[in-house]
């Protein structure tokens, strides 16, 4: 049996992700190497497991079947970048709302003799990944006046799914849907 790269993660609702095309195609204007994210990939990670064995994986569907919550209230937030070596790497959209940290932590405790807490759970998504830009000053400055339309919107279930790495990028499959206590109800 071989080893499957999966993930947890939130998708969003079609009006967040029309807010980050609009958002996406801002970004496009400014030259930079790089790659915005594909729509279809867009998502909130509450947490990456990497490469695992298949008995792991099948634990990890079993655990996350008692993670209890209730339907989250997000919103976007603010565009942000994460650097390396004051190189920008990674344009980010942050994702608030109390509901996604309380969520991540019940995944983290239920998960705890599997895999180590997470220390710096940051709720975003990636919009893009920056290669290379000339001008980093200019850049950073344009990419931090750009404005997010207030779009707030509901969460209601996570999704445990599969990523295989291709050379046009990566391909995510659903492996599990885990849905919030009052949709159960």
Known sequence: MGLTRAFLCIEFPDNVIKEIARVQEIVRKKKFTGKVTELENLHLTLKFFGEIEEFILKEI?????????????????????????????????????????ELQ?????VLADLFKKEERFMSHLTIARVKYVKDKDDFLDYIRNIRIRDIEFKVNRFKLKRSELGVLGPVYTDIEEYVSEDIVK
């Open 61 to 101: 569907r079993e655990r996350l079947k008692r993670v209890k919550f209730e339907q989250m209230d997000l919103k976007l937030g603010r565009i942000g970048l994460f650097s390396h070596n004051k190189n920008p790497r990674i344009i980010w959209i942050k994702v608030e709302g109390k509901g996604v940290w």
């Open 105 to 109: 932590e019940k995944v983290d405790d």
